[in-house]
Nanobody, 124 residues
């Protein structure tokens, strides 16, 4: 599986961005998907996850109520809608896929495939 993240950019605080992650392969609909982020000098941290059907989602406390993860299995794509962005959301955002698709996971070691990352910069 190859993952291609896009949609990052520079936005002012309070603004919005929508990240997309396009996956190759025929088995996308069976994968759980996650978004993580990594700021300079910090460890990669969990942002949001969604199970194979989209029926289960989970968010980090820091983004709950502002970010929404969703997926379109017909398009092999997972999205991260980010609203009310804050400077502390600045990071490289990565999408990831796990073959353990029935649930959602927050740990990086539960994911089997990773995209290349897309930069999100929020100015104050």
């Amino acid at each position: 599986v190859q993952l291609q993240a896009s949609g990052g950019g520079l936005v002012q605080a309070g603004g919005s961005l929508r990240l997309s992650c396009a996956a190759s392969g025929r088995t996308f609909s069976s994968y759980g998907m996650g978004w993580f982020r990594q700021a300079p000098g910090k460890e990669r941290e969990f942002v949001a996850a969604i199970n194979w059907s989209g029926g289960r989602t989970y968010y980090a406390d820091s983004v709950k109520g502002r970010f929404t993860i969703s997926r379109d299995n017909a398009k092999n794509t997972v999205y991260l809608q980010m609203n009310s962005l804050k400077p502390e959301d600045t990071a490289v955002y990565y999408c990831a896929a796990t073959t353990r698709g029935s649930y959602y996971y927050t740990q990086t070691n539960m994911y089997d495939y990773w995209g290349q990352g897309t930069q999100v910069t929020v100015s104050s």
